[in-house]
């Protein structure tokens, strides 16, 4: 149990364009979803925490304007990349938490998303 | 500032060796530690978490939690090549339960099991 997908794995986008991840957590619910970035050889950085049914919280220095968050259902949040530069090119990972009450922060990591602006 | 600090390594051990990995986390109050693995171009994998002080094992991976000295380790057994990875270490604190459940992530250490 515990898996999560993220899809697209790769996207291919030229400058200005905006693009859609999703994540879903295909055998639980997630009421908490996290997104992050890694750059190459970096350490993950989160970027915000989407809680289903409320409006994500973002890390100070995350544009909440240009990365969009949607978290509609206990089993599926959405990343939306507005605008994209080549800057934004990056690795995004989402991950989420199982909704089993008590001392449980385990979260779990999709495959991740390649996002690459052209 | 939480802060989660671990040996970037790389750390190489032979294969069948024991590979010891160490991180240590400055929240005092922080409630439960994870260790995740990643391989290079992939995304993290949780292979253990640990709440309460102690060791905790499962199969050839055991957890190993020091409160008292903010302490947590990862010790692999017979460590195999396939075992080559980023080993990340994760902490939820106390300021970070309630709604949120963010976990602090140290920058992880290289693992390199050499044949």
């Known amino acids: 149990g515990a898996v999560v997908s993220q899809h697209p794995s790769r996207v291919i986008c030229k400058s200005g364009t905006s693009v859609k991840i999703e994540c879903r957590s295909l055998d639980f619910q997630a009421t908490t979803m996290f997104w992050y970035r890694q750059f190459p050889k970096q350490s993950l950085m989160l970027m915000a925490t989407?809680?289903?049914?409320?409006?994500?919280?973002?890390e100070q220095g995350v544009e909440k304007d240009k990365f969009l968050i949607n978290h509609a259902s206990l089993t599926l949040s959405t990343l939306t990349v507005t605008s994209a530069h080549p800057e934004d090119s990056s690795f995004y990972i989402c991950?989420?938490?199982?909704?089993?009450?008590?001392?449980?922060?385990?979260?779990?990591f999709g495959p991740g998303t390649r996002l690459t602006v052209t | 500032q939480k802060e989660v600090e671990q040996n970037s390594g790389p750390l190489s051990v032979p294969e069948g060796a024991i590979a010891s990995l160490n991180c240590t986390y400055s929240d005092r109050g922080s409630q439960s530690f994870f260790w995740y693995r990643q391989y290079s171009g992939k995304s993290p994998e949780l292979i253990m978490f640990i709440y309460s002080n102690g060791d905790k094992e499962d199969g050839r991976f055991t957890a190993q939690l020091n409160k008292a000295s903010q302490y947590v380790s990862l010790l692999i057994r017979d460590s195999q090549p396939s075992d080559s990875a980023t080993y990340l270490c994760a902490v939820n604190g106390a300021s970070s339960g309630g709604s949120n459940y963010k976990l602090t992530f140290g920058k992880g250490t290289l693992l390199t099991v050499n044949p």
């Open positions: 991950s989420a938490r199982r909704t089993s009450g008590g001392l449980n922060y385990e979260q779990y």
């Open positions: 989407s809680n289903e049914g409320s409006k994500a919280t973002y």
